[in-house]
């Protein structure tokens, strides 16, 4: 099993930065790849960013290209969301996410029912 425990978000202007982490315990060599996702009020959850964990390949929805990266630290088995250049639209709950398949190309990288982990979520506020 695995256990993902998220921290970071809250409040910030627009224009500003925030980063969230994703702690990783347990089982986690099992992992191929993490995500983010992102909820926001009435909407479907998203996916924002994605990493596969091995060879480090990212992915990123159009809308945080440029602004938003998903760097790892391997050896601290924690995921970061970095965010910058923050607008409203950011504003969201924000999931992490991980999965111990394969299923982690291009195909398969946003498709929720792949992902197995699920962190607590944590709320994006940007106001307007």
């Known amino acids: 099993q695995v256990r993902l425990w998220q921290s970071g978000g809250g409040s910030e202007q627009v224009g500003g930065s925030l980063r969230l982490s994703c702690a990783a315990s347990?089982?986690?060599?099992?992992?191929?790849?993490m995500a983010w996702f992102r909820q926001a009020p009435g909407k479907a959850r998203e996916g924002v960013a994605a990493?596969?964990?091995?060879?480090?390949?990212?992915y990123y929805t159009d809308s945080v290209k440029g602004r938003f990266t998903i760097p790892q630290d391997n050896a601290e088995n924690t995921l970061y969301l970095q965010m910058n250049s923050l607008k409203p639209e950011d504003t969201a709950m924000y999931y992490c996410?991980?999965?111990?398949?394969?299923?982690?190309?291009?195909?398969?990288?946003?498709?929720?029912?792949?992902?197995?982990?699920w962190g607590q979520g944590t709320q994006v506020t940007v106001p307007s």
């Open positions: 996410a991980a999965k111990d398949t394969a299923l982690c190309g291009s195909w398969y990288i946003w498709l929720r029912p792949t992902y197995k982990y």
């Open positions: 347990g089982y986690t060599y099992m992992l191929h790849c």
């Open positions: 990493i596969t964990t091995g060879g480090g390949n990212t």
